[in-house]
């Protein structure tokens, strides 16, 4: 069965240190999307891909960066870790840009200390 | 400014009974509005998706609806199960030049007791 995983599912870094957190899909989508969820706001984009070689930023992109080399994966760097990025990470995918449905992933907590 | 706002925050109810929760929102303009369940550290799963012209989506236990002209949405859950215990998500989409662009509410977090 298609699915998307990230990894890791729990990470503690310290502060000022880069990190990258991957995500993967096997639905062949197109589309590929990193969220932040924290207490007190809903869901927030961070980034976003259309396709192979495109990026773009979300509404919460500050401090993070993503590439696209292949369909199935957008890994998500945080070049230097603070602890405002302390949250829980979500990668989802979807078919096209107009399409409804969006996949989540299972989330990567990540602590800053 | 694009917004969601969920109530109630919290909801604590019986196993067996029925409960509603409420979604109001300002997005615009409006493309489609969605309800996701999301269990605790799980990503969200899709529960339905209702576009302008629906104001009504039943997706077995859930039904959701939709009041296009007062930008209301609730979700109702019948029959309430342990399982139903989760963060339910109200997410309205815009569409633009690049594609849906989601809001998020902060969630209803229900609680199912026996």
């Known amino acids: 069965d298609a699915e998307i995983t990230q990894s890791p599912r729990h990470k503690i870094t310290e502060t000022g240190r880069q990190v990258t957190l991957a995500c993967h899909q096997t639905?062949?989508?197109?589309?590929m999307f990193w969220y932040r969820q924290d207490l007190g706001h809903g869901l927030r984009l961070i980034h976003y891909?259309?396709?192979?070689?495109?990026?773009n930023k979300g509404e919460v992109s500050d401090g993070y960066s993503v590439s696209r080399s292949n369909t199935e994966d957008l890994p998500l760097t945080l070049e230097s870790a603070a602890s405002s990025q302390t949250s829980v990470y979500f990668c989802?995918?979807?078919?096209?840009?107009?399409?409804?449905?969006?996949?989540f992933g299972p989330g990567t907590r990540l602590t800053v200390t | 400014k694009n917004q969601v706002e969920q109530s109630p925050q919290s909801l604590i109810i019986l196993e067996g009974k029925n409960c509603t929760l409420q979604?109001?929102?300002?997005?615009?303009?409006?493309?489609?509005l969605r309800w996701y369940k999301q269990d605790t550290g799980r990503g969200p799963v899709s529960l339905t998706i209702?576009?302008?012209?629906?104001n009504t989506k039943s997706n077995g236990r859930y039904t959701a609806t939709l009041d296009a002209d007062t930008k209301q949405s609730s979700l109702h859950i019948t029959a309430s199960q342990l399982s139903d215990s989760a963060s339910y998500i109200c997410?309205?989409?815009?569409?633009?030049?690049?594609?849906?662009?989601?809001?998020f509410g902060t969630g209803t977090q229900l609680k199912v007791e026996l």
């Open positions: 989802a995918s979807s078919e096209s840009p107009g399409a409804y449905e969006q996949y």
């Open positions: 639905w062949n989508h197109n589309n």
């Open positions: 891909s259309y396709g192979v070689q495109d990026t």
């Open positions: 979604c109001n929102y300002t997005v615009s303009p409006f493309s489609n």
């Open positions: 209702m576009t302008f012209s629906e």
């Open positions: 997410v309205v989409s815009r569409l633009t030049g690049g594609g849906n662009k989601l809001t």
